[in-house]
């Protein structure tokens, strides 16, 4: 077995919810990696010592999910899991199929995060949503919920609408992406932001500005990425990797910071063409 890596994993507290600020990522998108290679990176990236594992219907990979948390031997109780349901079943009905459906996938009693993937006004009324989310709350299948991809106005919908305090929000985010106004949002009302390609899809890797400061640390430029969201205080990164070496660089974070210059060059950065996740018909107004 391989040994865990002493992260020291700081937590963000919100409406009750503990979060460890960096997660894994199991999002397959461009991934011919087979489901049950994926359960074995599961596995090895809760050995190696992440706790917070972030999945969702759309990512056919609960499964793989739930076989990877067993496989660990890390208790339940250590791991915290967020899974999210698909935009095409809004409706309070479907909803809640598709909620017994992720718990099915994964084998699990409850799921500690509990979001909507993506707002979808022409599926559904947001309130009838937000009702639905908040039952599988008190059903007990969830430990708590949050929306995802949703701008600023719809993020306060959400907390007015749920019956059940809305403690997260997930969007993109990294380097190339200006989030200021939501941040200062997610800030003012008291909630985390998870951040989803926190490298932008790679493209950071090669960044001049990146690998200066990368050498300059004697680190790489992912590890200087993620230490970059690490030290904003609402922000936790979720990076997604198949690559043992690069589970366990993604982690390898904690033994170094960013100066301010530096974190200023970096969120210079950003440009206005960013944002990779903007997908027709589903995405928001963003702000």
């Not at 979001?115 to 937000?130: C, K």
């Not at 790489?220 to 970059?228: E, F």
């Amino acid at each position: 077995m391989i040994a865990s890596i002493n992260t020291n994993i700081p937590l963000l507290h919100a409406h009750g919810v503990a979060i460890p600020k960096l997660g894994f990522g199991t999002g397959r998108i461009g991934d011919k990696t087979s489901l049950d290679d994926y359960s074995e990176r599961v596995a090895h990236a809760l050995t190696l010592g992440y706790r917070h594992i972030d999945t969702a219907w759309k990512y056919k990979t609960e499964k793989a999910v739930g076989e990877g948390i067993r496989a660990s031997g890390v208790p339940r109780d250590e791991i915290f899991l967020t899974t999210k349901v698909s935009h095409e079943y809004l409706r309070a009905d479907d909803f809640a199929r598709m909620v017994d459906e992720s718990l099915a996938n994964l084998k699990l009693d409850y799921v500690d995060l509990l979001m909507l993937h993506w707002p979808s006004p022409d599926q559904a009324p947001f309130d009838e949503t937000m009702r639905a989310l908040g039952r599988a709350k008190r059903e007990g299948k969830t430990r708590h919920v949050g929306v995802a991809n949703c701008n600023i106005a719809l993020i306060e919908d959400a907390i007015r609408l749920c019956p059940e305090p809305i403690c997260n929000v997930q969007v993109e985010y990294h380097p190339y992406l200006d989030q200021t106004k939501l941040l200062a949002a997610v800030h003012r009302l008291g909630l985390t932001l998870t951040a989803y390609c926190p490298l932008g899809r790679g493209k950071l890797i090669g960044d001049p500005v990146i690998a200066e400061i990368a050498r300059a640390k004697g680190k790489t430029a992912a590890q200087v990425v993620l230490r970059w969201h690490m030290q904003q205080p609402d922000v936790i990164p979720i990076p997604r990797s198949t690559h043992a070496g690069r589970q366990a660089e993604n982690l390898d974070i904690f033994d170094f910071t960013l100066n301010d210059d530096e974190m200023k060059r970096i969120h210079a950065l950003a440009r206005p063409d960013g944002r990779i996740a903007n997908p027709v018909g589903r995405a928001p107004d963003w702000d």
